[in-house]
């Protein structure tokens, strides 16, 4: 069975910085994907950025960044220039190759932008 | 379309009531998830179909958890008999098969049984 940890239940950063959010994950699997998901107070889970395990390079969204480091199984998130509107419960996801909708979660980590 | 559906937002029963929530998935999504969210948590997968067939379900869905999913396009979660520990967000997804991508979420039921 797959299990992802966030290890950092709060964070806060000032407007306009930059912060990284952690996770790792367990996996036997070889072909996996790894999501970040945000889920503001009160509205829906979004999607903010996607990593297929067989890609080397990192992915990147706007000011979203992520560092995928495989033989660590480690996956954090980067987010630059934060705004207020990323205050958030931030998720990250672990998909075996098969079905992208049956995710493993990590607990979250609950961010908070300071203006 | 609007997105995943889920109605109602919040439902508020007494312990031993049964409750239904609905999911209306994106309309060309042919698979569809059913979540729950407790506090605190992450998001926890119970069940998910492909069309109309149950594909699979989670040892977390005891057999006081039914779900449905006629026609292979809105799903039904009932939960019999309800117990203070079912208090929870009840989270539906839906993603489309052929684009294994990620999976689209609704703004949740929040249960709260007293």
């Known amino acids: 069975a797959q299990t992802v940890t966030q290890s950092q239940p709060e964070m806060s950063v000032q407007e306009a910085e930059t912060v990284t959010l952690s996770c790792t994950y367990d996996?036997?699997?070889?072909?996996?994907?790894l999501f970040w998901y945000k889920q503001p107070p009160s509205r829906q889970m979004i999607l903010v950025i996607r990593?297929?395990?067989?890609?080397?390079q990192n992915a990147t969204e706007n000011r979203f960044s992520v560092n995928f480091q495989k033989a660590a199984k480690s996956f954090s998130l980067k987010i630059s220039d934060s705004q207020l509107g990323d205050t958030a419960m931030y998720f990250c996801?672990?998909?075996?190759?098969?079905?992208?909708?049956?995710?493993?979660f990590g607990d979250g980590t609950t961010l908070t932008v300071k203006p | 379309d609007t997105g995943v559906s889920q109605d109602p937002r919040h439902k508020i029963t007494k312990r031993g009531q049964n409750v239904t929530f609905r999911c209306d998935p994106i309309?060309?999504?042919?698979?569809l998830y059913w979540y729950r969210q407790t506090l605190g948590q992450g998001p926890e997968f119970l069940t998910y179909?492909?069309?109309?067939?149950?594909?699979?379900k989670s040892r977390l869905l005891s057999d006081r958890f039914s779900a449905e999913r006629p026609k292979g396009s809105f799903s039904t979660l009932e939960i019999q008999r309800t117990e203070q520990g079912d208090s929870a967000m009840y989270l539906c997804?839906?993603?489309?098969?052929?684009?294994?991508?990620?999976?689209?979420f609704g703004q949740g039921t929040r249960l709260t049984v007293v």
């Open positions: 997804a839906s993603s489309f098969r052929a684009r294994n991508t990620e999976a689209f």
């Open positions: 996996t036997s699997e070889s072909n996996y994907y």
């Open positions: 990593q297929e395990a067989y890609k080397q």
């Open positions: 996801a672990f998909t075996d190759g098969t079905n992208a909708g049956k995710s493993t």
């Open positions: 309309s060309e999504h042919n698979r």
């Open positions: 179909f492909q069309n109309e067939a149950q594909l699979e």
